[in-house]
């Protein structure tokens, strides 16, 4: 079927991301629809990328190359004889303050904050090396298909991918239409999966502010184990009445939820299609916008609080009670696809970690609309324990490093005391997943995050997964809300200044107090 002009602009569309104009794209993608014998679908899959390789492939074999590197993956710079300026370091770094307050050694501030909250505050320093073939500009093309030519008239600006790794001049005019000049000029930077292949889907990378760099870290879709963690997972460690043996298929579909719907109480929270029921999402929100009106358990020797002053620890601060999702696994007799396994099926979803305008550094998008109550991914990293995690920082005192961890604390109340092995966390600094990029956002966050226990009945040791809040638009920022208390000032480790935008920010009335 002929394409309609709204899919024709989103092809333009998705070129002009890429710096790709018009009048270059159009010949390709006029072959291509020929080529396809008019089957416009196989242009579109997979966010144009047949159009995106056939591009790059008719650059290569005109022979207008010129080839900077050996990194594999394919990277282009479509200027006629401009260089891509060449810029160091990341604009978003942020030194981790391994300060000492009065002499004590002091506990980075996600994992001290005492209220139960996942607080990934610092961005790890981004060693940033570019690794580019630059390729020349192609002659232009005359416009013959008219179809495309209005079509164009009509379409929006927004990023869009590319396959391989790739650099790229932006258009000779601005979003506004003034002119770039040549100093001005910046390089897009694409690279098509940053996960290896790991995830069932990939997920591409993409700057087109031009910053020259990539994210240094080591993909992984799982966590893994770093050194101490007690994590002891077997299946003689889940009792008959924690799984459901007799079942098979699919749970959801039986006349009477299992024994895995016990633990939410005898009800599934997933709807047949996947999603995250709207009572469970709706207690969840509760507690991220008023986590003070919600119950708290206290420890009676706190882990953070322990972190954070080992000889005279403070009073436990409080943990938000959450509820946990319980998923079914290998010992239940339902299959993979049973629809109370939803988490542990991974990422299913099309998402692409994108240089955010507002001084975020990198951020997470979704590539396609997401419905409410959506499984999104879950945060993955290294499961370490506290004073692992104190350590490594420690470690990396003066070198103006940034971390993503993440405190498993949702079960911490229920023991009064909890030994330095029991009480977890996840560190994606250096080896984590896509949910290392998600950035902060005030109050109303269009993901929450959620314990799910998968594996082990043991609730020191869970999944966080991160769900939808609400109907989430193709290429709107992907954020939850870390919990950050910005009013507290006493504390150890300085607070990002937040650009979420949000209306609720909390952070606004501090803006300029600091920094
Ligand atoms: C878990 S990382 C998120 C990914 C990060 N933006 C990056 O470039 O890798 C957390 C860091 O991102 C930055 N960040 C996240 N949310 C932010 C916000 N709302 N405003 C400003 N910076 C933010 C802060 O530097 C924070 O320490």
Partial sequence: MAPSKTQIANAFKASKALGISTEEIRPVLRDLYKSFHKNWEHIEADNYRVLFDRYFEMQENKGEVEKRDERPGKAVHLAEGDQVSKRTGSSFELPLKHSTHSGNVQFPRHVASGNGRVHPERASAVSLTSHTNYFMKPKNEGSTNDAIVSAEQTSMRRPGPMNGAAR?????????????????????????????????????????????????????????????????????????????????GDCLSAAFPCACARE??????????????????????????????????????????????????????????????????????????????????????KLQVFWTPQGKGWGVRTLEVLEKGSFVCEYVGEIMTNTELYERNMESTGSERHTYPVTLDADWGSEQILRDEDALCLDATLHGNVARFINHRCFDANLVDIPVQVETPDRHYYHLAFFTTKKVNAFEELNWDYGIDFDDEDHPIEAFQCSCGSPFCRNINRKGKRR
């Fill in 264 to 349: 939410t109480g005898g009800e599934f929270v997933y709807t047949p299609e996947g999603l995250l029921k709207e009572d469970f999402l709706s207690n969840r929100m509760a507690l991220v916008r008023e986590p003070d009106k919600q119950p708290h358990v206290y420890c009676q020797d706190c882990p953070i609080e322990r972190s954070k002053n080992e000889d005279m620890p403070e009073k436990c601060k409080g943990h938000v009670v959450r509820r946990f999702i319980k998923e079914c696994w290998r010992k239940c007799g339902c299959d993979m696809q049973c629809g109370n396994r939803v988490v542990q099926r991974g990422i299913s979803c």
């Fill in 168 to 248: 790229i001049q932006r258009p000779k005019t601005d979003s506004n239409g003034a002119s770039i000049s040549r100093e001005d000029k910046k390089s897009i930077i694409y690279k098509s999966d940053i996960t290896k292949s790991t995830e069932k889907v990939p997920i591409s990378l993409v700057d087109d502010v031009g910053i020259e760099s990539l994210p240094k870290f080591n993909y992984i879709p799982q966590n893994i184990i770093y050194q101490n963690a007690n994590l002891n997972i077997s299946l003689s460690r889940i009792a008959d009445e924690d799984c459901c043996p007799d079942c098979f």
